[in-house]
């Protein structure tokens, strides 16, 4: 009968080779899992999809800047605090992500100044695409004004609040909001907080003439000169920002920033303040954003447990391929 032939054929099979076989199978399946593994599995550092939404505080007790609400007011000492919004949104793939930063400027202490709309300095949401693991901006970065002007759309060539996993010591093109172009951050050292690895870059702006970047009614004004005259006023933009970027994630941990904006000739010569800033985030924030990047996985758990399996896997495959074609098997006795 079929049973009893198929139960025959299997007692006459040695257990060294059914064991081997067995080997060979589960050596197989390691090296496959170890191989494919990474490409579903991403503890590489990259960034989260469900990172916490995060918020940069910077404040400046003593800033200059004028009052959109009070233009006659002229340039006035107040304290002045801009606030960015980090956050990850859908659409969302393995290696790319969407990106939604709110960037916003208000003047004096919110519990005594009033009203957070007589507050406001200035206020826009860019919406854009980057690589979950370089940082790079993929898409154009689509702005919201929110002071009225229309939702725009620029290109740019590098990165904004994210810095690529793994960072180097090297230089970077960081986004500038003001500019709406990436500009150069130099790496200045590497230095450690709170145990982990931090690499510091600075990123320096130099009198950029705004209205030679993109046309705005806000980058030029009439200016009136020592001799009663009048003349073309341009904005001018100048910024020192240091950025401090966790090594394993190049998540931004420290930030800071000193920003003298003004109106000047066409020689660049200062007539009107717009805004002079200088502040950076506080040690409770920092310490915050550094736990935030330990707590994700870099990767290197992974990598070794994947190693493991392949050599293991292997080494499986092999013993167990050799059994199967009857090196461990015993010799037969003569008739």
């Known amino acids: 009968m079929p049973g009893g032939c198929s139960g025959n054929i299997v007692r006459m099979l040695p257990k060294s080779r059914i064991f081997s076989a067995l080997l060979l199978g589960i050596g197989v399946a390691l090296v496959v899992w ?35 609400s009070d233009p006659l007011a002229g340039v006035v000492t107040t304290p002045v605090t801009r606030q960015l919004h980090f956050e990850v949104m859908d659409p969302a793939s393995a290696d790319e992500a969407t990106i939604r930063i709110g960037d916003s400027m208000l003047r004096g202490d919110p519990d005594t100044q009033g009203f957070e709309q007589e507050r406001l300095l200035s206020a826009a949401v860019s919406s ?61 050292e590497s230095t450690e907080i709170d145990g982990r690895e931090v690499l510091h870059y600075r990123q ?21 000169t020592e001799d009663g005259g009048t003349t073309t006023g341009y904005f001018y933009h100048n910024v020192t920002r240091d950025f401090w970027v966790d090594q394993r994630t190049g998540l931004l941990v420290d930030l800071s920033e000193s920003i003298d904006d003004y109106y000047g000739d066409r020689t660049g010569q200062k007539y009107e303040q717009k805004l002079l800033f200088d502040a950076s985030l506080d040690d409770a924030a920092v310490s915050s954003l550094v736990s935030q990047a330990e707590s994700i996985p870099n990767g290197d758990v992974s990598k070794i447990a994947n190693t493991v399996g392949i050599v293991i896997g292997a080494i499986l495959a092999l013993v167990g391929l050799a059994g199967c074609f009857g090196a461990f098997g015993g010799k037969r006795k003569g008739a």
């Open 34 to 68: 170890g191989l494919v593994a990474p490409r579903f599995v991403h503890a590489d550092g990259r960034l989260p999809l469900d990172l916490q939404a995060t918020t940069y505080v910077l404040h400046d007790p003593d800033a200059q800047t004028t009052i959109n």
């Open 128 to 188: 854009f695409r980057i690589d979950r693991t370089t940082g790079e901006v993929l898409s154009d970065i689509a702005l919201t004004n929110q002071l009225a002007s229309p939702t725009v759309q620029y290109a740019v060539d590098g990165i904004w609040l994210k810095f690529p996993t793994d960072a180097q010591e090297t230089t970077y093109n960081v986004v500038d909001p003001t500019l709406r172009e990436a500009r150069p951050a130099d790496f200045v």
């Open 204 to 224: 320096v702006i130099d009198n950029a003439n705004v209205a030679e970047s993109f046309a705005d009614p806000n980058n030029t004004t009439t200016l009136t």
